[in-house]
């Protein structure tokens, strides 16, 4: 019997996050119904998150609290790549090669095209903060759905799934806390509120698929 009336830590599934437009309310079920292929996209995504951590130490090893704040997150990203990836395999499943990921291209290509003078890596850590973000605001939606599916199965994955929304929502803080350090607090306030706007656009433009961008 499904339970309209479930308390979730969040009112509104952006509640503390950077982000300007609600993912698509016909998404979550086009995930639950593709769920093999969503959890396989989804364990690309932590397999994705953590080594490009490791990638942000070997490219900005002198950025204060980077190195430090990276190994910590490349840590919990490979405990959530092998949790996705036993669910997988405990439903009869295997990875699959990785897709391209248009969602992160579009975000890299618009900082391309729209220079904000802060440099590379304020404009990389803005890029992750958001796929942070945007993970969190899935998990929730993912964890509504199915904590209010019914079965025991649901549950298990929707307790999961609320458990890593709020992982993610760390995590868009950290890339967010190291963007500020340094003198030029204003400007990349302002960064990340044109990141916003273009992320919006770039999220409007997804075809609705069970991915987690
Ligand atoms: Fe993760
Ligand atoms: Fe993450």
Redesign the pocket.
């Known amino acids: 019997m499904p339970s309209p009336t479930r308390a979730f830590p969040w009112s509104h599934s952006r509640e503390g996050l950077p982000l300007e437009r609600d993912t698509s309310p016909e998404w979550a079920p086009v995930a639950l119904e593709h769920l093999d292929r969503l959890l396989v996209d989804h364990a690309h995504?932590?397999q994705k998150?953590a080594s490009a951590a490791l990638a942000l130490i070997g490219r900005f090893p002198g950025h204060p609290g980077l190195a430090r704040a990276m190994l910590a997150l490349a840590q919990?990203?490979i405990h959530?790549f092998r949790q996705v990836l036993d669910r997988i395999e405990a439903r009869g499943g295997s990875l699959t090669p990785p897709g391209p990921d248009p969602y992160v291209h579009a975000l890299r290509d618009w900082s391309f095209r729209h220079r904000g003078g802060l440099g590379p890596l304020v404009d990389q850590l803005l890029i992750n903060a958001f796929v942070e973000a945007r993970?969190c605001e899935r998990f929730r939606l993912l964890a509504e759905a199915l904590l209010d599916a019914g079965s025991v199965e649901a549950e298990d994955l929707g307790t999961f799934y609320l458990r890593?929304a709020d992982?993610?929502g760390r995590?868009w803080e950290v890339f967010r806390d190291l963007a500020l350090e340094g003198d030029a607090r204003g400007a990349v306030r302002d960064r990340l509120a044109a990141f916003a706007v273009a992320e919006a656009e770039i999220l409007a433009a997804r075809p609705l698929e069970p991915r987690m961008h």
Do not use: I, P, V
């Open positions: 995504c932590e998150a919990e990203e959530h993970s890593l992982a993610e995590h």
